[in-house]
């Protein structure tokens, strides 16, 4: 769904701007016309700098319409990132939004299996609070490779962790609201699956945990990761929507330069990642186009 219609250019402030670990950071703004109408999945265009000719899309993590904000994971690697980092409270500055399509619910009875990579879980952390609110069942596997883990964690009493996991730990936030998380990394950490956040949802569900066919799948991260989890989720029979957002210029679709390949019939078109997504489904993503590089959650926060 295109609701692009609806987007306003605001001035915000900044009420917290937090180093979560490494080149990680939680932005928190005050943008109250936003909070009250986007979805998760969809994204904001900001106002990084006077010196940048173009603003930055971010995706949000979270938004408060009683509080009036919404919040932003990003991780600082470009100029216009290096200059959000700067930011102090009461700081202000401008974004357009909420731009782009959002995630859709799954259906009666099904639950919900969210797989992020890195930054890619801003999105998906969005739409797991929004789902336990309306008492759907949610399991959040998220791959992260940073050297410090940004956000809690506490030891698992449940869950799929307990099944593949020795000692496993969860997120402490979604513990406590009844979403079922589990951690991967390459690297060797206590508590986490040792190995990509695909192969973790391959084990997961190996073992049976009862998601299986009776889940919708949602899928956020850089584009490698994304790719092995479409083709996980044939082999699973499982169907769900990508949050592809690759490296965006205008953000409203006028330049064309986030175009994705996408399947149309026998053939194939490109979409507007800006317009027609981020959101896509999940089936309908081509990822092995020559010369054509769709682009992950990661590649759009990192500039």
């Known amino acids: 769904m295109n609701v692009s219609s609806t987007v306003q250019r605001v001035c915000v402030r900044v009420l917290e701007n937090r180093v979560l670990g490494g080149h990680l950071r939680s932005l928190v703004l005050e943008a109250p016309e936003v909070a009250r ?3 998760p999945g969809q994204f904001i265009q900001l106002d990084c700098h006077p010196s940048l000719t173009l603003l ?48 859709t619910a799954p259906a009666p009875g099904e639950m919900a299996l969210l797989v992020a990579g890195g930054v890619g879980l801003a ?59 589990c951690l991967a990394s390459v690297q060797k950490r206590e508590g986490f699956f040792h190995g990509f956040v695909s192969d973790l949802m391959d084990r997961v569900l190996e073992v049976g945990t009862g998601l299986g066919v009776r889940s919708r799948l949602y899928v956020c991260g850089p584009t490698a990761m994304m790719a092995a989890v479409a083709g996980l989720a044939q082999k699973w029979a499982l169907r769900g929507e990508v949050s592809l957002e690759g490296h965006m210029a205008c953000g409203l679709g006028g330049c064309a330069g986030c175009a994705v390949p996408v399947t149309q019939g026998d053939g194939w078109r490109y979409v507007r990642s800006c317009t027609e997504g981020p959101v896509l489904p999940l089936d309908q993503v081509l990822w092995d186009v020559p010369m054509v590089h769709a682009g992950g959650c990661s590649t759009k926060r990192g500039t």
């Open 37 to 39: 109408r986007v979805l």
């Open 56 to 103: 930055r899309p971010f995706s949000i993590m979270n938004a408060d319409p009683e509080r009036g904000t919404v919040e932003i994971f990003y991780q600082v690697v470009g100029m216009g990132t290096k200059a959000m980092a700067t930011w102090s409270k009461d700081h202000e500055t401008w974004i357009l939004g909420p731009l782009g399509s959002h995630f």
């Open 123 to 181: 999105p998906l952390r969005f739409l797991a609070h929004r789902l336990q609110m309306q008492q759907i069942p949610v399991t959040l596997l998220w791959g992260i490779e940073a050297e410090k883990i940004p956000f809690a964690t506490v030891p698992a009493f449940g869950g799929v962790g307990v099944d593949v996991v020795e000692n496993p730990l969860v997120l402490a936030q979604e513990a406590a609201m009844g979403i079922v998380t």
